[in-house]
């Protein structure tokens, strides 16, 4: 059995048609002159037509009425089973209409189920992560990280104080503004003991290696044992940042998201370490 395809792409306007059509030959080269039924089926445009060839040959038309993009045709008979392959193109029509359908979806994707469970992303207002974030630079928080695991030690953060809120710019009656995010570095954990002292930052008594700093601290802290259930934040400038060593450890609950990278301004694209 042989199998041609003609045209191997065709629009799928519902006038356009592939033509499949099917020959049969005895080792002599000669058409078989037998009755022979003939199946051919495309499960991509949900079609099935049965047939018999007559004189050694049969045709099948397929006339596509939407996009399937690479297709196949299986054709089968008592002499075996082939399959031929051709391109079904979308008109201009369908595919403005898919290009828009792909889009409205891309935004209730993005804006409905990635965004508010997902990531999130930041403008950072303030330079207290100078070095590592400046003033106007976007970052990317992801927020599912931390539903699986605690934050850990030298992790970058995205937080909300309790009390903190941010004003709309237009206020919305009986609807609280969002609360206010900040971002600062994780230094200690849950059981961890931090003190500050001679321009370095002790942890369980050990001093931390920190060369993401702008610039050693020039404030002395007591040590301070953190709370299980919380964490205790620096900002990378730690010179010029209301952090942990001014208002404690933070509560967990209060923690929104993993700092993951920054992406704005794009000469400064990094992943956050």
Not at 22 to 51: H, M, N, Q, W
Not at 103 to 109: G, K, R, T
Not at 146 to 163: H, K, L, S
Not at 249 to 265: D, E, H, I, Q, Y
Request: glycine share 6%; charged share 25%; hydrophobic share 40%.
């Amino acid at each position: 059995m042989r199998v041609e395809v003609k045209p191997d792409s065709v629009v799928s306007d519902g006038l356009s048609e592939v033509v499949v059509k099917c020959s049969f030959k005895d080792s002599k080269g000669k058409a078989v002159k037998e009755d022979i039924p003939v199946t051919a089926e495309c499960r991509k445009l949900k079609y099935k037509e049965e047939k018999t060839a007559r004189g050694g040959s049969v045709t099948f038309k397929i006339k596509p009425l939407k996009p399937t993009g690479k297709t196949k045709v299986a054709v089968s008979s008592p002499h075996g089973e082939q399959t031929a392959v051709f391109f079904v193109k979308p008109t201009p029509k369908q595919y403005v209409r898919d290009l828009l359908q792909a889009i409205v979806l891309a935004f209730i994707v993005a804006f409905g189920i990635i965004r508010p469970f997902i990531l999130q992303t930041y403008v950072i207002p303030s330079s207290s992560m100078e070095p590592t974030i400046y003033i106007g630079d976007r970052v990317v928080g992801f927020m599912f990280t931390y539903r699986f695991r605690e934050p850990q030690r030298g992790e970058i953060i995205v937080f909300n104080q309790d009390g903190e809120r941010t004003p709309r710019p237009i206020p919305i009656p009986f609807l609280k503004d969002p609360k206010t995010n900040f971002i600062k570095r994780v230094v200690a954990v849950g059981g961890d003991t931090i003190e500050v002292r001679d321009l370095t930052v002790y942890v369980n008594h050990m001093p931390i290696n920190e060369p993401y700093i702008k610039a050693p601290p020039l404030y002395n802290m007591a040590a301070v044992k953190v709370p299980e259930g919380h964490v205790f934040l620096m900002g990378d400038n730690r010179n010029n940042s209301n952090d942990s060593h001014v208002w404690g450890p933070l509560p967990l609950k209060n923690v929104r998201s993993k700092g993951w990278a920054r992406f704005w301004p794009l000469d400064r694209i990094k992943i956050l370490k």
